[in-house]
């Protein structure tokens, strides 16, 4: 089991890594973060709103599934949101540049320390 610091530590070590958060959907507040390049704050209000909007519409198209991750690809950044196994409520932010990043280990490494998250 890692705390949320090992797992923002571990993201941070991946190429292109940018900055990463463990945030509350149900609030937006930042449960931790790291690395710089964005506006946390913002980014963890606003991809509240994309992960809130998601549930809602799986909702009203009756689709009985789970959100693996949601995937932003920018002209220079990739963005990453995986609601958490293990809290519901919780997802993890990961920003990469697009660059220097290779996107199939990103998402297999936010993949690997979901599974290791304790709160």
């Known amino acids: ?4 610091k ?6 941070m070590g991946q190429d292109g890594a940018m900055c990463a ?16 390049g964005v506006d946390i704050e913002v980014a963890a209000a606003g991809n509240t709103e994309v992960v809130r909007s998601k549930i809602k519409t799986m909702r009203a198209l009756g689709l009985n599934d789970v959100i693996e991750d949601i995937l932003i690809t920018l002209g220079k950044q990739y963005h990453i949101i995986r609601p ?12 990469l540049d697009k660059a220097r990043a290779n996107l ?10 979901d599974k290791e998250l304790n709160f």
């Not at 958490?84 to 920003?95: A, H, L, Q, W």
């Not at 199939?104 to 320390?113: F, G, H, L, S």
Request: charged fraction near 20%; avoid cysteine.
């Open 1 to 4: 089991m890692a705390t949320i």
């Open 21 to 36: 958060a463990i945030v509350d959907s149900t609030s937006g507040m930042i449960l931790g973060s790291t690395g710089s």
């Open 84 to 95: 958490s196994s293990r809290k519901d409520g919780v997802f993890i932010y990961f920003v």
């Open 6 to 11: 090992q797992t923002l530590d571990e993201l």
């Open 104 to 113: 199939a280990m990103a998402r297999r490494k936010t993949q690997d320390v």
